[in-house]
């Protein structure tokens, strides 16, 4: 089985503050994680992904993320936030091996405020 | 820019009546996903395809809810008869699986709002 943890709903941040929105993860195997956002009225966009290698890795936006596997953790972040960077994030996981579909977390709302 | 479209992207209807939601993948992505999100629930999975070949469609209400790709460039969702329960936006995703390759990323649609009275 596996399953993600957003375990905050909502995170207020001072714009230019830096960002973080935590997410866990529990899977039975090496996992592909990956971080959506979504702004109102829209579907899902997708920010970045961790596939294997580094474990910082780079996405849109100027956003980053970190595998910690001993954590079993990919939490986002950013060093300085901006105003339209308030939406909701999802952070979504998958077992490597197999042909199962993407497991999301039930996301988390970042309010940036001026 | 190569996105997934959605039609409707509003739809309003009532209790009863059939529902048909539309999408077109991105040109050349072999894996198609529907999902249903609501304040309560978030998002759920509902049925994926892989090369127009239902892979998954547990999460779907088998006795009203209908998933099917007619071609590699279409995909529909029905419900029949819908029910104020079905209100939620719907939204299409599609990805690009190669074999041995570590698996798709998902773009999604702008979804369909649909509201069943």
């Known amino acids: 089985a596996q399953s993600v943890a957003q375990p905050e709903d909502q995170v207020n941040v001072a714009e230019g503050n830096p960002l973080t929105v935590k997410c866990t993860y529990s899977v039975s195997g090496n996992p592909y994680l990956f971080w959506y956002v979504q702004y109102p009225n829209r579907g899902l966009q997708f920010l970045l992904k961790y596939i294997t290698g580094d474990n910082l890795v780079k996405g849109s936006y100027g956003f980053e993320a970190e595998f910690n596997k001993s954590q079993t953790s990919f939490h986002l972040k950013k060093p300085s936030a901006l105003v339209s960077d308030s939406a909701l994030y999802f952070c979504a996981v998958r077992l490597r091996a197999g042909n199962t579909p993407l497991v999301f977390g039930k996301g988390t709302r970042l309010s940036v405020i001026a | 820019d190569a996105r997934v479209t959605q039609t409707p992207r509003h739809k309003v209807t009532e209790m009863g009546q059939e529902v048909t939601m539309r999408c077109q993948p991105i040109?050349?992505?072999?894996?198609v996903f529907w999902y249903r999100q609501t304040m309560m629930q978030g998002l759920e999975l509902l049925a994926y395809?892989?090369?127009?070949?239902?892979?998954?469609d547990s999460g779907m209400p088998k006795d009203r809810f209908s998933a099917e790709m007619p071609d590699a460039t279409l995909a529909t969702l029905k419900i029949q008869p819908s029910e104020p329960r079905d209100s939620a936006v719907y939204f299409c995703?599609?990805?690009?699986?190669?074999?041995?390759?570590?698996?798709?990323?998902?773009?999604f649609g702008p979804g369909t709002r649909l509201l069943v009275l």
């Open positions: 995703a599609s990805g690009l699986r190669l074999a041995g390759g570590p698996g798709e990323t998902q773009y």
């Open positions: 395809f892989r090369n127009r070949a239902p892979l998954d």
């Open positions: 040109l050349g992505h072999n894996t």
